[in-house]
């Protein structure tokens, strides 16, 4: 199967971790979000010890959380001993509230507002990734107002396309994150942050995309940055200790897509980097990398059960299920392909080429189009697989529909990590 934790039992049902799924579908209705606790923890232990074994001591992971936020998945990273990545003060909030300790936290953003930065620095959030140069004034100010030192990064874009070779650097300058080397400004932001009494400028961060298979653009990318963090000490005489490359390693969701070894990966980075360290004379900086969707993605699976049916003469046959768009946008979004099957069919032939569409009043509103699918019912259910990254964290309420819940799976039993929302959730701020 396409991920570890999945496997399909004596009754022909697919099983999360060895719990039947449609006995989840039964027990906690559908749609619903299921999350396998122990792939979580294996993918947070795999990052851990690869980049401390590999990069050496002080290198860390974190876990980018907008990836997959709520409270129980923070208190889950954080038992691991990960750090975490937060894009937005609610993310912060919720990290927070969770008992995250906020000093391995990193607050990223292209515009981070005066209360944002506040709000931060009263969480308590260790680093500040600063895209531009009115964060670094606000931040600078409100951390000199405190009497505080802010440890910060600065965000770079080094100007690399990820998905060509590691010698065709093009691209990306033309980007809303970070400043651009090519360009000059990420030199003079550098020199901005340097004369910032109130911020201690640690180093320097880039991410170059996502769903990327091989470690070539990390190690065009860690080129870029390394002759970066040379010329930034040879004009200012600041040696960065810090080098954040971002996230982006990627997951199989269908078969022809690669499945790639993460240890491995971080093990032929570290050769990589080692050797442009050396080649520019500059002392190994702390390596930090901010996967998301490698940590979560494989964990999850979402049920729907299937309604009803329309086979248009010479046209798609659809299959419409009782969610769509609002839990997972992103076919809507991205056209993302997924392997999906009936659960509870899960051992038969998929012999009906199909179109999985969801309940929304929007014909965009699909899941995958002409997959090969075994025979529906009204009442059957649905899974759809790999979906523990950007599918809770992007949901919404379009046509006000319910917020599934997410239940997670640990050792064979399964919990509620967070309810289904009502139709009373849906009017609560409501005046
Ligand atoms: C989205 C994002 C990540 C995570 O990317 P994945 O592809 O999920 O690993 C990491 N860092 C930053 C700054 C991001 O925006």
Do not use: W
Not at 3 to 15: F, Q, R, S, V, W
Not at 24 to 34: C, N, V
């Amino acid at each position: 199967m396409i991920a570890k934790c999945l496997d399909i039992n004596e009754k022909g049902h697919l099983t999360v971790s060895g719990v039947d799924t449609v006995d989840i579908a039964r027990e906690f209705g559908t749609p619903t979000y299921i999350l396998d606790e122990n792939t979580i923890r294996e993918n947070c232990r795999v990052y851990i010890d690869s980049m401390k074994k590999y990069f050496g001591e002080g290198s860390f992971p974190l876990f980018a959380s907008k990836a997959l936020s709520f409270t129980e998945i923070y208190r889950i990273v954080a038992s691991e001993g990960m750090g975490i990545d937060c894009v937005s003060p609610g993310e912060i909030h919720t990290a927070y509230k969770a008992g995250y300790p906020m000093e391995k936290a990193y607050f990223h953003g292209n515009n981070k507002t005066d209360a944002d930065i506040e709000m931060a620095l009263d969480a308590g959030v260790g680093c500040f990734v600063v895209d531009n140069r009115e964060e670094l004034v606000s931040l600078n100010a409100a951390a000199g107002k405190r009497g505080m030192i802010q440890k910060i990064l600065l965000r770079i874009s080094p100007g690399i396309d990820p998905h060509t070779h590691r010698k065709v650097v093009t691209g990306s300058v033309d980007s809303k994150f970070g400043t651009a080397i090519e360009t000059g400004q990420a030199m003079e932001m550098v020199k901005a942050a340097a004369e910032c009494k109130n911020l201690h400028f640690a180093g320097i961060h880039c991410h170059i995309g996502s769903q990327i298979f091989d470690i070539d653009p990390f190690v065009s990318a860690a080129d870029i940055m390394f002759r970066f963090i040379k010329d930034i000490k040879n004009e200012t005489g600041v040696e960065l200790e810090e080098l954040n490359l971002g996230g982006g390693l990627g997951v199989p969701y269908v078969d022809t897509d690669p499945v790639i070894d993460y240890e491995d990966c971080i093990r032929r980075m570290a050769e990589q980097l080692r050797k442009t360290g050396e080649s520019f004379g500059l002392k190994m900086p702390k390596i930090i990398l901010e996967p998301g969707r490698s940590i979560v993605a494989a964990a999850g699976v979402t049920l729907y059960t299937v309604g009803s049916f329309k086979n248009i003469t010479g046209y798609k046959s659809y299959v419409s299920i009782d969610g769509g768009m609002p839990d997972n946008p992103r076919y809507a979004l991205y056209n993302s392909q997924y392997t999906i099957l009936v659960a509870n069919k899960a051992n038969e032939e998929r012999t009906v080429k199909c179109t999985i569409a969801g309940r929304c009043c929007e014909s965009g509103d699909l899941i995958a189009e002409d997959i090969m699918l075994q025979t529906a019912e009204r009442g059957d259910i649905l899974a759809v697989l790999v979906t523990g990254a950007y599918n809770y964290s992007m949901a919404s309420n379009y046509n006000k529909i319910p917020r599934p819940p997410v239940v997670i799976i640990k050792d064979g039993v399964p919990r509620v990590a967070v309810k289904r929302e009502t139709f009373d959730d849906l009017v609560r701020n409501d005046i």
